[in-house]
């Protein structure tokens, strides 16, 4: 039975893309090799031995850290419907980043729960999810570990979140949505979302949108002060 390796399980208000205002239950997965710079989970990239406790500690964590506990599929649902006080709606599956971890037992089973998992990804990692899954894919182009996007994560996505801080970065995703055209065809389920809330990648963000038909993700849950 494959376990996965979970950083923290929460529950709170979705504020990003499709689902903003959607309650959710976050599960978060450890581990990641992209290496982005101005990444706010940093805790999450490595995979210790000395960082794994039990499940009840991990669950009882109320910050920040790098410690994780390994859990079945079953025992991820079990504590997601717990946190909840029900089964929750939505459950977001998110890292670090989690397609590093085999993800189809899990999202099989999440929608066989009757919740619609949510997987939030890089796209660095070919995907193995469920057909139910709604895939976020925010591109993690040219990170100091050079991981490239993989051309079938970008296939299967259902949205495409890009963070922005400056004006390259609005050129590096008109870039990376030329370069797999033939992947994403026509959709324009493209989300802009301006980098630490700063004023000017707001603007820019704004203005972009609106030059291209495209969507503004601004992180409501950070607006609201919930996790």
């Not at 494959?2 to 923290?8: A, D, R």
């Not at 399980?9 to 959710?24: L, V």
């Not at 990170?143 to 050129?171: H, L, S, T, Y």
């Not at 603007?203 to 609201?224: E, F, P, R």
Request: glycine share 8%; hydrophobic share 35%; proline share 6%.
């Amino acid at each position: 039975m494959q376990q996965y390796l979970v950083n923290e399980i929460f529950y709170t208000i979705q504020g990003e893309a499709r689902f903003t205002g959607h309650p959710s239950v976050f599960v978060r997965l450890q581990g990641c090799g992209v290496g982005c710079p101005w990444c706010d989970t940093k805790h999450t990239w490595d995979r210790h031995a000395r960082d794994i406790v039990s499940i009840d500690a991990m669950l009882a964590k109320t910050g920040d850290g790098a410690s994780y506990a390994a859990m079945t599929a079953q025992e991820i649902i079990d504590s997601a419907i717990k946190m909840a006080g029900r089964k929750p709606a939505l459950l977001t599956i998110t890292g670090g980043e989690p397609a590093e971890q085999p993800l189809n037992e899990l999202t099989t089973l999440i929608a066989k729960n009757g919740i619609h998992p949510q997987l939030e990804t890089s796209g660095t990692e070919e995907l193995d999810v469920s057909p139910d899954t709604w895939v976020t894919l925010s591109p993690k182009i040219d990170m100091p570990n050079r991981k490239p996007i993989q051309r079938q994560a970008v296939f299967r996505a259902n949205e495409i979140k890009m963070p922005v801080g400056k004006q390259r970065d609005v050129e590096v995703l008109k870039a990376f949505l030329q370069e797999f055209r033939d992947v994403i065809g026509p959709r324009q389920n493209i989300w802009l979302q301006p980098l630490s809330q700063n004023p000017k990648a707001t603007q820019l963000c704004v203005d972009t949108a609106m030059a291209n038909g495209w969507h503004l993700s601004m992180q409501t849950h950070k607006y609201i002060g919930v996790r």
